[in-house]
């Protein structure tokens, strides 16, 4: 057994502990309006439980980050897999860190499945150690990228931290414009979430079953040569074929095997039939599963889950999501914006070039400068706060997936598959 | 209308003040009215410098650009606006495309829109420079406005604060105390020290502080981005920058245009990552990675004769750098980048042996530069005068030779050679130093042709030796740029102002004893619930036991 099969065992487990404290912290919460016990005591024992858990899972993180690194020479921030699975483990940090300055258990109870997300979101993509090409080989990458992460991470918490807030004090019962407007947008944030995870179980579905389409774009005989280099291969069943291309070969699911529609021909880029079949299969598998909540719980996601969040101090709240941008914001500027222009003087001659990914480094930037700078006025707190921190992560998780998966450019060697 | 801006307490405030700046105590509010809201502790309560009775037409400029709210707008558009930029990819991106046509082809309709709105390049177009330049102006403005009637509060504290100042705090406290008010202040001021408190005392009232540098903090950031954004705008200016892209080709030195600089490629090399050092994962993928791009270059600065066609200009070495991605070379501001590269099979040089086709004899050996080659050449007992020199070789349509390019594709050298055995003015005789376009273009018959030496004469490669081939060329990104330590200063003074504000809060409690009723106050810039904590575990050293959250008033947070 050598250092990467280690490492792909310690990414495993510490996957496994992060699910495991999640439970924790689900039963730190609800367990307190169990009978036969006291309830602060209940909170302190299961607590301490959940966190030495969840920080046990951060020390098997750390160790598939320490094994990879020793394996293959350089920090695991090479591409999407190394790179998300980083983020979650720098999410964990970041909660940890929190934790630890306001001893919240709830947190934890939004925190750990943020970061499971991520992690399983990271396996979606191939695991295998790439040898570095030049550009990356340098310090930089193991500063800039880390600091990015941990100030992204963060703005996660903070976005936890801000969904909470809403949680605890939307009125669900409310019939007012206000409250029907926020519970409306609270649940469409809960069923996107729903989505990712939907991707993520359908990608994980189809894998394990081994399947495999392959597309070839319909071309004049004599281009055969090219044709060969333009296959699409698709992992999931072709619901969106590419444009103006002919199915090769399919294997059969649920007795379909041909694709239903095209993409249109405007939608370009890289593999654009594919993408667009992935987000439709994540459509259809997310909406399956939260039909399916929706019908165990017999209500909206986010007011089922609004009684846990009962007796806890809405402010302490408020100010952990704040309290967390404001470490995040140094750290965030320091890694995604200084030592990027930095690194990119020293790779690339020119410390900025409006490429796409910088342009949104630039975007997460100024977001949060706004957010601080209406902290300022008076009524700037609380729901509105928390509202922004909850957009901010949309705009932090575009950067660092939606920019790669959409637009192109200078950072798209970052692996996207 | 003449406001009366004088305090209870005596002191004169300037119109705009929102606490009193001696004591603190609130300001245009309802006389008689018992408001326990919380006070605007912003800025300390101070007349901002844009809050003036009667402003005039600059005034009102100034005006505009502090507000706060105008600065939000600011970035909110700047906001978007780079958002729509990375819609589609800025023509900037592009080396050679005309985005007139290109958008409309590529995406349509929507593209062509795109184009027609200036998005193409959004971030050259003048509305996004002019945001850039009013959020600098904003920056400038809301500092000033800010900083310096700040500075004056803080540099000139009253210690003992009105009452309604104390408990419309955030934090607040009141009790009894037993014994002396003088004496339990007295008290006081140890445990308060001990936690870092610089602690001032007024008979009865009490004034601990610390940290208050964080306040400049945010001040401190502006000034960077100040600092950065008038760099990055006089970056442009002409003289201040250069960006340009050459090739090297290896072994040689060549030199860069609108310099004193010459640079020699001495090696070129490029490497790529072998089996072993692949995961067994990534070696079935069967791609070749590149590991190395190496360019091994000297620096010369020509010191004489430099702009002097005619002779060779004196070069002095004065810098050797192994260029690489990740890490270039740097002298002086000086910079070159590796950017890309290509092998070729290009001949550099040719050592050709005149050979007498009747007798076999071998006359000698020259050495042919395609580059610079010399005119005249003396081989054994012939002299050979070079006639012209074509570096792409054809035919025109009258049969005529001619250069079709600037490039060393097909170079051919046309001499004249006189000796024994040749006529009296010498015979023609072209010579192509590539076997294989010696047969492509018909050496031999042109020759024929051009008439004089008869076949007497041939040019023969012996030995591999006798060809020098250049293997590679390295491309380069040759940059100056000037401002780049403003740069870095700026951002260097971004940073320094964000820890100042974010990692450190300014903390100030006021006490005062009125009777055996203590009250107090107390005001953090952030985290409260830190602020909470250490009010508590002081109130605790002093024998008063208050529970953390019991301290908090309620109320605006920022």
Not at chain 1, 139 to 147: A, K, P, Q, R, S
Request: contains cysteine.
């Amino acid at each position: 057994m050598n250092l990467l099969d280690i490492s792909k065992q310690a990414f495993v487990i510490a996957f496994l502990l992060y699910c495991v404290a999640f439970c924790f912290y689900v039963v730190t919460i609800t367990g307190k309006k169990w009978k036969n016990h006291e309830p602060q005591q209940h909170e302190r024992k299961w607590g301490r439980v959940s966190f030495v858990t969840s920080t046990l899972g951060l020390i098997t993180h750390l160790v598939y980050v320490i094994t990879r690194w020793a394996w293959s020479g350089h920090i695991p921030v090479s591409n999407m897999y190394e790179f998300m699975s980083f983020l979650s483990l720098m999410i964990m940090l970041a909660f940890t860190i929190l934790y630890l300055i306001y001893r919240k258990a709830l947190l934890g109870l939004f925190a750990t499945p943020l970061a499971i997300i991520i992690m399983a979101y990271a396996a979606v993509f191939p695991s295998d150690v790439q040898p570095l090409i030049p550009s990356l080989n340098s310090i930089w990458l193991y500063i800039h990228v880390t600091l990015a992460a941990a100030g992204d991470a963060f703005f996660a918490v903070s976005f936890a931290a801000g969904l909470m807030y809403l949680l605890r004090t939307v009125d669900f019962k409310g019939t007012d414009k206000s409250a029907r407007r926020q519970k409306r947008w609270l649940e469409i944030t809960f069923y996107s979430i729903i989505i990712v995870v939907g991707f993520i179980v359908s990608v994980f579905a189809f894998r394990a079953s081994g399947y495999e389409a392959v597309f070839t774009p319909k071309a004049a005989p004599n281009e055969t040569a090219k044709v060969s280099s333009a296959r699409e291969v698709y992992n999931l069943p072709p619901i969106v074929a590419p444009h103006n291309s002919q199915l090769e070969s399919a294997d059969s699911f649920l007795g379909f095997s041909k694709p239903l529609f095209e993409v249109p021909g405007w939608f370009k880029g890289v593999n654009a039939g594919r993408k667009s079949n992935t987000i439709v299969w994540a459509l259809i598998t997310g909406t399956i599963l939260y039909g399916l909540l929706r019908l165990i719980l017999r209500k909206p996601l986010s007011e089922a889950l609004s009684p846990a969040l009962k007796g806890i101090d809405a402010d302490d709240l408020d100010e952990i999501s704040y309290r967390a941008i404001a470490i995040g914001f140094p750290v965030f500027t320091l890694g995604a914006l200084v030592f990027a222009m930095i690194w990119a003087q020293q790779a690339w001659g020119r410390f900025w070039g409006w490429d796409p990914k910088e342009v949104w480094a630039l975007i997460t930037w100024l977001f949060y400068s706004v957010y601080l700078h209406l902290r300022l006025s008076r009524g700037f707190h609380g729901r509105k706060a928390s509202w922004l921190a909850v957009l901010g992560f949309l705009v932090v998780m575009f950067t660092l997936v939606g920019v790669n998966l959409i637009i192109a450019g200078l950072h798209s060697y970052a692996g996207t598959d | 209308m003449i406001t009366n801006t004088k305090c209870e307490c005596g002191h004169q405030n300037p119109v705009g003040t929102v606490l009193c700046e001696a004591c603190g105590k609130p300001q245009h509010e309802e006389p008689g009215g018992n408001s326990s809201e919380l006070l605007e502790m912003r800025y300390d309560g101070v007349a901002r410098r844009s809050q003036r009775a009667n402003p005039n037409f600059i005034d009102k400029i100034w005006n505009f650009f502090s507000s706060v709210k105008v600065a939000v707008y600011l970035i909110s558009i700047t906001l978007v606006g780079a958002m729509l930029g990375t819609v589609f990819t800025q023509e900037t991106m592009f080396i050679n495309i005309d985005p007139s046509v290109y958008y409309k082809q590529k995406y349509g309709t929507i593209g062509e829109i795109y184009y027609l709105l200036g998005l193409s390049d959004t971030y050259n177009s003048w509305w996004f420079i002019l945001l850039l330049v009013m959020i600098g102006a904003s920056l400038v403005i809301c500092s000033l406005d800010r900083v310096l009637p700040l500075y004056r509060a803080l540099s000139k504290q009253k210690i003992r604060k009105h009452m309604q100042f104390l408990t419309r705090q955030r934090v607040v406290y009141q009790g009894p105390i037993s014994g002396h008010g003088e004496e339990w202040v007295q008290q006081a001021i140890a445990p308060l020290k001990k936690k870092g408190y610089r602690v001032h005392t007024d008979g009865a009232a009490l004034l601990a502080e610390k940290q208050r540098f964080s306040r400049w903090g945010p001040y401190v950031i502006h000034i960077g981005l100040i600092v950065f954004l008038l760099a990055v705008l006089f970056r442009g200016l002409p003289g201040l920058h250069m960006d340009e892209h050459y090739w090297f080709t290896e072994g040689e030195i060549t030199p860069i245009p609108d310099t004193n600089y010459y640079l020699k490629n001495e090696k070129f090399t490029v490497e790529y990552y072998t089996e072993d050092e692949m995961s067994e994962e990534f070696r079935q993928r069967g791609k070749a990675v590149p590991k190395l791009f190496e360019t091994k270059a000297v620096l010369y600065k020509c010191v004489d004769n430099c702009n002097n066609p005619l002779e060779e200009p004196e070069l002095v070495e004065v810098d050797r750098h192994n260029i690489r991605v990740n890490d270039p070379l740097n002298y002086k501001g000086f910079q070159a980048y590796q950017f890309d590269f290509e092998e070729t099979a290009e001949i550099r040089s040719v050592s050709p042996t005149l050979v007498d086709q009747e007798t076999g004899e071998h006359y000698g050996k020259f050495t042919l530069r395609m580059n610079d080659p010399e005119t005249e050449y003396d081989v054994g007992p012939y002299h050979l005068k070079l006639k012209d020199k074509y570096l792409d070789f054809d035919l025109d349509e009258n049969k005529k030779p001619i250069t079709k390019s600037g490039e060393p594709n097909a170079p051919a050298f046309l001499f004249t050679i006189t000796g024994p055995g040749l006529p009296e003015d010498g015979g023609q005789f072209i010579y192509f130093p590539y076997l294989e376009q010696q047969k492509f273009f018909g050496q031999d018959k042109l020759n024929e042709a051009l008439g004089g030496v008869n076949n007497k004469l041939r040019f023969d490669l012996l030995a591999m030796e006798d060809v020098d081939f250049i293997r590679s060329k390295s491309y380069l990104n040759i940059r100056i740029d000037r401002a780049m330590p403003f740069v870095w200063t700026g951002l260097g003074i971004v940073m320094l102002g964000l820890i100042m504000g974010f990692y450190w809060q300014h903390r100030r409690i006021w006490l005062r004893v009125d009777g055996d009723v203590l009250t107090l106050g107390g005001h953090t810039t952030k985290n409260w619930f830190g602020m909470r904590r250490e009010v508590s575990s002081f109130l605790k050293s002093m024998g008063i036991e208050v529970d953390e959250k019991s301290l908090d008033n309620g109320g605006n947070r920022s």
